[in-house]
């Protein structure tokens, strides 16, 4: 049976003495120690290296106590260059349950580690260019938002100017995710709370606003992927941006809250604030607002229903949009 196998497979007495081995055993013996294997050996007495000679006591000891255990060793052998090699010790016993000696399976894992070792260090430089790849979108992102805000600075017709600096919020929220995505140790993620404070406190200081405005944040998942985060993204500036124009007309403090959360194995984000609220006849679907329509058209990006919830005794607006976690 041992040996219809590529492993490596010995077996010992209490006393270290060799009972069975197989020929593939027989031949990583030699490679590695240059001595010829037989039944009867104390196989201490064929290791002429003294510090070797103990750790295979060593390993053959615990096994002989009745532990079962995997290892991994490195070994120059005297044939072979270095091999790294898988090393598995389980105990015998006999029928009445004593410990009677003790067995060894050896796998080499050298070309199995180089692989792993070149797959790491490809993921590593893949990582890399990631980085690079979101820092220069980051930067390009820049440089648009800053002509468009450029551009309104210099344009004398007002509604223009209000657009180009709308476009420019949009276009450095954007910004924001892949800076977050190159600063990272995940690539693919960005803490999405971390995100959403900077992106609320950036839009803050875009309408230089004096107010107290206080941002109630959290997120749950903390971590989102790309895929989801620049839609949110997108969805938290437009509606923000909706609060910070239009829900604290008359007043010099307000409160603006955004979460997302589970519910029942859906995401649910929800924006709100604690301002005037929407006229009493608004409707949602027939809302002519550019920033909702673009909110809802995200929505259905991410296969999400958006919607305003109903103001009860609370004052303010909230919006929630719902999808597919």
């Known amino acids: 049976m041992i040996e219809g196998t590529k492993d490596a497979i010995c077996a010992v007495d209490i006393n270290f003495r060799v009972i069975a081995f197989n020929s593939s055993f027989e031949l990583s013996f030699w490679k590695l120690y240059g001595k010829k294997i037989e039944e009867g050996n104390l196989l201490p007495e064929l290791i002429w290296d003294p510090l070797e000679r103990s750790v295979v006591i060593e390993n053959w000891s615990r096994a002989l106590r009745g532990e079962v255990y995997t290892t991994e060793r490195t070994i120059h052998g005297l044939v072979q260059d270095v091999a790294i090699f898988e090393i598995s010790y389980s105990s015998i016993r006999d029928s009445s349950h004593n410990l009677i000696g003790a ?110 405005v206080e941002f109630n944040v959290s997120s749950n998942p903390n971590f989102v992927s790309i895929e989801t985060a620049i839609p949110l993204g997108l969805i938290v500036n437009e509606l923000v941006t909706n609060s910070l124009k239009y829900a604290f007309l008359n007043e010099s403090e307000g409160q603006i809250s955004v979460k997302l959360r589970l519910d029942m194995g859906e995401s649910v984000l929800e924006v709100g604030d604690n301002g005037i609220g929407m006229p009493e006849k608004f409707d949602l679907d027939k809302s002519e607002s550019l920033g909702l329509r673009l909110v809802e058209i995200l929505s259905k990006q991410l296969r999400g229903k958006f919607v305003l919830l109903p103001a009860g005794e609370e004052r303010g607006t909230k919006f929630q949009i719902r999808f597919k976690a």
């Open 103 to 212: 067995t060894q399976i050896i796998r080499d894992i050298t070309e199995r580690k180089s692989d792993e070792e070149k797959l790491k260090k490809t993921l590593e430089e893949k990582e890399v260019m990631l980085k690079e790849i979101h820092h220069r979108v980051k930067n390009n992102l820049q440089v648009v938002a800053s002509l468009l805000g450029l551009q309104a600075e210099y344009s004398q017709n007002e509604k223009i100017s209000r657009i180009l600096k709308e476009c420019e919020r949009r276009i450095q929220s954007m910004a924001l995710i892949h800076k977050e995505l190159y600063q990272s140790e995940n690539i693919t993620k960005i803490d999405f709370c971390d995100y959403l404070n900077t992106l609320l406190i950036s839009l803050l200081h875009s309408f230089g606003k004096e107010k107290k």
